[in-house]
């Protein structure tokens, strides 16, 4: 009785690790905070290794996700799946995370807890050519889709496309005032694995933003 009344009030976390939700801390606080506690995180893991699952991190253990206790055929049909869905959208990501870096005059790259002023950002895009011309592209890719030939309309179905995957999280809908999640971090993580094991070079170009175009 006293193991189901602890996972009672984890519940509501475990149905987001399951749902394949990254947990950070501009997603979910709470969530965040009960699994940077060892008891609690120790009480979702035991759970989780029930029915095949574990509770897996990112960015230096601060981004929280579920992946596999054990690796049977049928995982790994998922997991490769799931691997592809990302690899094809990373173009447009990195295309977008290059965009951002260099229109906000950045040194760094995006990262979990950074916040994005889209009307600052659309200004500085709207003055720069080359920006327009950036923007004009990523957003055609599949992955946003955007028919419109204006940067408001380009832009705008941008960011509420990457809200939907979970890269940008917008704590107030009246302001338009975006802020990265630590899925960003996640990405990098992706990105650096890719990088390594086959040699595409993708976070020297996230990272330096010095090349626009991907092999």
Same mark, same amino acid.
């Given at each position: 009785m006293s193991e189901f009344s602890s996972l009672v009030g984890t519940g509501a976390l475990i149905e987001q690790l399951l749902k394949g939700e990254f947990i950070c801390r501009i997603t979910n606080e709470d969530g965040w905070r009960a699994l940077k506690n060892s008891a609690t995180r120790d009480r979702v893991e035991t759970y989780l290794n029930q029915i095949n699952r574990t509770i897996a991190s990112a960015g230096e253990g601060e981004v929280f996700f579920c992946g596999y206790?054990?690796?049977?055929?049928t995982e790994r049909k998922v997991i490769s799946a799931q691997f592809k869905?990302?690899?094809?959208? /990373?173009?447009?990501?990195? !295309?977008? /995370?290059?965009?951002?870096? !260099?229109?906000?005059?950045q040194d760094a790259p995006l990262s979990e807890g950074a916040p994005i002023r889209l009307t600052d950002l659309q200004g500085r895009i709207e003055d720069t050519p080359a920006f327009r011309e950036q923007l004009n592209k990523l957003s055609q890719y599949r992955l946003f889709g955007s028919s419109s030939s204006n940067v408001d309309g380009q832009i705008k179905l941008v960011f509420k496309r990457l809200v939907e995957l979970g890269y940008l999280s917008k704590p107030?809908?009246?302001k338009q005032i975006y802020i990265a999640t630590g899925k960003i971090d996640y990405l990098y993580e992706v990105i650096r694995f890719i990088d390594e094991t086959e040699g595409l070079s993708l976070e020297a170009q996230a990272e330096t933003?010095?090349?626009r175009e991907l092999i």
């Open positions: 206790l054990q690796l049977g055929d869905d990302i690899c094809s959208a /990373l173009i447009p990501l990195v !295309e977008w /995370l290059v965009l951002v870096q !260099e229109a906000s005059g107030n809908s009246e933003a010095t090349q």
